[in-house]
Nanobody, 118 residues
Framework: QVQLVESGGGLVQAGGSLRLSCAAS????????MGWFRQAPGKEREFVAA????????YYADSVKGRFTISRDNARNTVYLQMHNLRPEDTAVYYC???????????WGQGTQVTVSS
């Protein structure tokens, strides 16, 4: 059974940067379109960014476009999210998973907390 482990979160001031990683064990992610998602306190989980299987195509939520970059290293079975110019409204727990219908998604990991102070 695949296990997703997110890391790289932390506390950063507004305008700062962080790089998140999502490592998978138990199954290769190379065939899947992968995405990053986030959930702020009291809100539903929302889409942030996605990348196709070979990294040739990416797309982003309007709220992060131009500030975040998603990438992947299939040899390392890892997906990344580089975040620049962070804002307080980016504060959330960040998760990775397949970018697909809910019923086909993998078991969610524990996520990584990103906190942006103003």
């Amino acid at each position: 059974q695949v296990q997703l482990v997110e890391s790289g979160g932390g506390l950063v001031q507004a305008g700062g940067s962080l790089r998140l990683s999502c490592a998978a064990s138990g199954r290769t992610l190379s065939r899947y379109e992968m995405g990053w998602f986030r959930q702020a306190p009291g809100k539903e989980r929302e889409f942030v960014a996605a990348i196709n299987w070979n990294g040739g195509s990416t797309y982003y939520a309007d709220s992060v476009k131009g500030r975040f970059t998603i990438s992947r290293d299939n040899a390392r079975n890892t997906v990344y999210l580089q975040m620049h110019n962070l804002r307080p409204e980016d504060t959330a727990v960040y998760y990775c998973n397949r970018q697909t219908a809910t019923k086909n998604q993998l078991q969610w990991g524990q996520g990584t907390q990103v906190t942006v102070s103003s």
